[in-house]
């Protein structure tokens, strides 16, 4: 159905079809389900998208989006978690254990009324067509793997919407061989040893670019929940990865030989852009504000001259880290905006008096803002580095745009991500875990000021924007 969404006009047969999505509440996994949604419908097929009544009141956008597309319909989904809850994104792991234990009953009775064929009769004696029948339902893969239980109960198939990397992805999935193999729990705490039994990342990866549970012992509740599920997503029909084949090539190799089919669609803000125009499709996946002021001002900068500073949406520090980097980038000489979220520091109460003394501070050598649009800000031509959390998103989003990154990777599959980046592909600087002021300065004048290595980097990082515009041609397409 992607790959049909994709190539192939709008035809009776997916004018019949239906498609229900259930994402991750969460902006990362949000925005590439929401763009799945639109290309699915941009084909004329109908799109049941789940989201919980929380993320529904943040999402501005519904109604252009309900207006734009008349087969996507947005169903309203209890969260389970009680009213005074903050819901704050960064309890990711909170909302999707409260979801999994809520949605199961409603999501069965979902599904099956989805599937009846027949028109439905009202109690005045009308009839009322039905939607056309479910075809299937596409999943966040992470937190979400409890849905495959429901749909093969209900006899629908299921695919997987994974919102990693390829590379990141087939680590997880080769966690269950790490356990049998012995290799897993660590057994010391030598986080720099180098992991030599995922196939196709020999000599890439450390046991510290795994995810932290990895360390934690066998039995514990989250080591368990996480291996349940790289188990539990090897049983869909398809998975869908925001990637494209020349990026990831090999490793998708390797992933295609435990799954039935994989769709590369990425980049997914790119394709859904060149399939539906500029007019939404930027900002409508966003659940916050966007301060567009900052283009202005990136207007009046000179050519590849600002670096982008920006974490994502759950990435938090510590007040030292923040005056750190602010340090770091003024040292630098280097024009910067930078996104400070209200909720970025650990200690939300320093948090806004920190980012208005830091704007203060900052003057005209660079802009702070709460929230940007990230992907205009990084086709900008003044922007010349990207230092970034290293989220998937965040990643193939700058690689789309050709700009070199700094990589400061903090979470879950953004270490690895930051590997390939820095020592993969080569199209930035791996800063791991060090903030401080004289190492940020440094990194950001390696990135941006002329050299051999920024040279490099820029040719690579050039060329996989290049095979990128290239996937979405016929002769790029490869299928696994
Ligand atoms: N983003 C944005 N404006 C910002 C910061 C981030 O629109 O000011 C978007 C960014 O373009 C990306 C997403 O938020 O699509 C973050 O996803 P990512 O996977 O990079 O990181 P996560 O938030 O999941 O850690
Ligand atoms: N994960 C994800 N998206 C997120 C958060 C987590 O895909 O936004 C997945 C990812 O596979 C990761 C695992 O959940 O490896 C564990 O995430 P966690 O946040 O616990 O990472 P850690 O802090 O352990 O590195």
């Known amino acids: 159905l992607a790959r049909h969404a994709m190539y192939v006009d709008m035809e009776q047969q997916q004018q019949n079809s239906h498609v229900v999505l259930l ?21 004329g097929i109908h799109v049941t998208f789940l989201i919980t009544k929380h993320s529904h009141s943040l999402f501005t956008q519904r109604d252009a989006l309900s207006a734009r597309f008349p087969t996507l319909h947005f169903e309203s989904i209890p969260d389970g978690l009680p009213p005074d809850h903050g819901r704050k994104f960064s309890a990711l792991h909170e909302v999707g254990a409260s979801l999994r234990s809520t949605i199961k009953p409603f999501l069965r009775e979902l599904l099956i009324s989805l599937t009846k064929k027949d028109d439905e009769t009202s109690n005045d004696g009308s009839t009322r067509r039905r939607l056309p029948p479910l075809r299937c339902m596409v ?20 695919f997987a919407l994974r919102t990693t990397s390829a590379c990141s992805f087939w680590c997880y999935t080769c966690i269950p061989d790490l ?57 869909v029909s398809a998975l869908i990865l925001n990637t494209f084949d020349d990026l990831e090539s090999p490793i998708l190799s390797h992933i295609a030989t435990r799954f039935p089919k994989i769709y590369t669609l990425g980049p997914f803000h790119a394709l859904l ?37 920006s974490f994502g949406s759950l990435v938090k520090l510590t007040r030292v880290q923040l005056l750190e980097f602010w340090h770091g980038l003024i040292d630098s000489g280097k024009p910067f905006l930078w996104v400070i979220r209200s909720d970025m520091l650990w200690n939300e109460q320093e948090a806004h008096a920190t980012s208005v003394k830091l704007e203060v501070g900052t003057k005209e ?13 990084l086709a900008h031509k003044a922007i010349g580095g990207f230092l970034t959390h290293s989220g998937w998103n965040s990643t193939i989003e700058g690689i789309w745009a050709g700009v070199p990154m700094l990589c400061w990777p903090q979470i879950a599959d953004q270490p690895v991500n930051s ?20 190492t940020v300065e440094k990194m950001v004048r390696a990135l941006m000021e002329e050299g051999d290595r920024s040279a490099q980097i820029f040719k690579s990082v050039d060329t996989f924007a290049k095979l990128a515009r290239h996937a979405f041609t016929m002769e790029g397409l490869s299928l696994y």
């Open 23 to 43: 994402p991750l509440p969460s902006q990362g996994h949000f925005t590439p389900m929401l763009s799945l949604a639109q290309l699915l419908c941009h084909a």
């Open 179 to 235: 356990i049998q193999q012995g290799q897993l729990p660590f057994q010391d705490e030598d986080m720099d040893q180098p992991i030599r039994d995922i196939p196709g990342m020999e000599s890439l990866l450390r046991r510290r670019d795994l995810p932290s549970f990895c360390k934690m012992p066998i039995d514990h509740p989250t080591f368990k929940f996480f291996v349940e599920e790289f188990e539990a997503i090897t049983r």
């Open 139 to 158: 999943i966040d893969g992470i937190f979400m793997c409890f849905a495959i239980d429901v749909a093969e109960e209900v006899g629908i198939p299921i």
């Open 365 to 377: 050598k660079g802009f702070i803002a709460e929230w940007v649009p990230q992907e205009e800000v």
């Open 273 to 309: 852009k060149s399939r539906i125009g500029n007019d939404l499709s930027s900002s409508a996946s966003s659940l916050r504000h966007q301060d567009r002021r900052c283009m202005t001002w990136l207007d009046s900068q000179q050519l590849r001259s600002v670096i982008f500073v």
């Open 419 to 438: 590997r390939w980046v820095g020592e993969g592909w080569k199209i930035g600087l791996d800063m791991k875990d060090t903030c401080d002021r004289s």
